[in-house]
Each structure stands twice: as structure tokens, then as C-alpha cells.
Nanobody, 114 residues
Framework: VQLQASGGGLVQAGGSLRLSCVSSGRISGIKVMGWYRQAAGKQREWVASVTAGRHKRYADSVKDRFIISADNVKKTVSLQMNNLTLEDTAVYYC?????????WGQGTQVTVSS
């Protein structure tokens, strides 16, 4: 199973981007789909996640600006990012957690300019 993240790019502060993550191959029993990010020189941090029961959680830094959505049938997860700030610049990774463990996507770069 592989995850392919896309949708990153260069955007001005205050702008929006939508990230998507699709899975290839068979994966069952997904419990959580989430997004993480890693800024240059910093540790990877959790951004948002959604459970199979559609419970959504957000990091405080993105709450009220980012929206996570998932399709459990298609096994895709998206992240709508609004009102982006310079601090949102990072490589964004998607991750699926199932009974078999974690699967990570390859990351997509988001750069916010002033």
C-alpha cells in the first residue's frame, strides 16, 4: 500500500490550498487518517486527523482555519487549508493508521510567502 499526497505549492499569506491523499493498493480496517507537517529544522508535528467514526481533531495552531475530510470508501483524505500564514510553511504528510500499522505518504511541500 502506498499513499500519494498532492496539492502543495506556493501561496501568499491569507490564501488557501487543498491537499489530497489517495491510497493505492488494498488497505483495510483504517482507524485514523491524518495529516502531519514538518517545517525546516523542526520535528514533524500532527496537524489534523479523522477517525473511521468521523471524529475530527485539529492542532490548536490550525483550528478554525483547516478542515479535514475523508472518504472511507475511496480511502482518501483531504485537508482544506485557509487563511494560511508563514508558519504553515512545511512539508505535509498524510498517514493512515490501521490494525496493521501506519502508512505514510511521501509529503507535499507547502510554502507560504508574505
Amino acid at each position: 500500500v502506498q499513499l500519494q499526497a498532492s496539492g502543495g505549492g506556493l501561496v501568499q499569506a491569507g490564501g488557501s490550498l487543498r491537499l489530497s491523499c489517495v491510497s493505492s493498493g488494498r488497505i483495510s480496517g483504517i482507524k485514523v487518517m491524518g495529516w502531519y507537517r514538518q517545517a525546516a529544522g523542526k520535528q514533524r508535528e500532527w496537524v489534523a486527523s479523522v477517525t473511521a467514526g468521523r471524529h475530527k481533531r485539529y492542532a490548536d495552531s490550525v483550528k478554525d482555519r483547516f478542515i479535514i475530510s475523508a472518504d472511507n470508501v475511496k480511502k482518501t483524505v483531504s485537508l482544506q487549508m485557509n487563511n494560511l500564514t508563514l508558519e504553515d510553511t512545511a512539508v505535509y504528510y498524510c498517514k493512515f493508521t490501521s490494525a496493521w500499522g501506519d502508512v505514510w505518504g511521501q509529503g507535499t511541500q507547502v510554502t507560504v510567502s508574505s
